[in-house]
T-cell receptor, first 112, second 113 residues
Framework: DQQVKQNSPSLSVQEGRISILNCDYT??????FLWYKKYPAEGPTFLIS?????DKNEDGRFTVFLNKSAKHLSLHIVPSQPGDSAVYFC???????????FGGGTRLMVKP | ETGVTQSPTHLIKTRGQQVTLRCSSQ?????VSWYQQALGQGPQFIFQ???????GRGNFPPRFSGLQFPNYSSELNVNALELDDSALYLC????????????FGPGTRLTVT
């Protein structure tokens, strides 16, 4: 029973364009949602988070949107850069914060 | 500020053996979590420690156990290794406050033959 799903295993975009990564969840008890980026041979790196009481959070080129009614969140990267090429994971936490539930990841490739 | 470190980087063990993986938390973090990441999948939560006490556990059997020390470093022990235990083991530390972002080490690649 996957509580967090990333249905697109891969995404390819041109440098300078927008990258949109999607994530769906099933557990209504999740209170916080986080995005991580992972390069090969490194651990996941925290990018941005959003609380369930918000619908948008922005940090530089990264914006996360949350649609609670649809149980859907997305990460927008504008403009995309070749260095953004990595695997992106969405994760969710309940209010206790004692575990993160991860999706399966989406591999983003940004072409120069 | 020192990040999360893990040792060893790689490890090869035989089925039935026992293994201990180590993690040093990021400076100032009192909470440490362990995850197992199989190839092509997202990290799966094993357990979390807060101030030396287990603070949550995922769907892993009791042969996966852990410790947290007074300096907030941590160990993950796995007994009676099985072939399916082959994975990347990730340690993450955090402050344990919202939005509960965790900071990951580079991981230990465990291969069980």
């Amino acid at each position: 029973d996957q509580q967090v799903k990333q249905n697109s295993p891969s995404l390819s975009v041109q440098e300078g364009r927008i990258s949109i990564l999607n994530c769906d969840y099933t557990n209504s008890m999740f209170d916080y949602f986080l995005w991580y980026k992972k390069y090969p041979a490194e651990g996941p790196t925290f990018l941005i988070s959003i609380s369930s009481i918000k619908d948008k959070n922005e940090d530089g080129r990264f914006t996360v949107f949350l649609n609670k009614s649809a149980k859907h969140l997305s990460l927008h990267i504008v403009p995309s850069q070749p260095g953004d090429s990595a695997v992106y994971f969405c994760a969710a936490s309940n209010n206790a914060g004692n575990m993160l539930t991860f999706g399966g990841g989406t591999r983003l490739m940004v072409k120069p | 500020e020192t990040g999360v470190t893990q040792s060893p980087t790689h490890l090869i063990k035989t089925r039935g053996q026992q293994v201990t993986l180590r993690c040093s938390s990021q400076s100032g973090h009192n909470t440490v979590s362990w995850y197992q990441q199989a190839l092509g999948q997202g990290p799966q939560f094993i357990f979390q420690y807060y101030r030396e006490e287990e603070n949550g556990r995922g769907n892993f059997p009791p042969r996966f156990s852990g410790l947290q020390f007074p300096n907030y470093s941590s160990e993950l022990n796995v007994n009676a290794l099985e072939l399916d235990d082959s994975a990347l083991y990730l340690c993450a530390s955090s402050l344990g406050t919202p939005p509960y972002e965790q900071y990951f080490g580079p991981g230990t690649r465990l291969t069980v033959t």
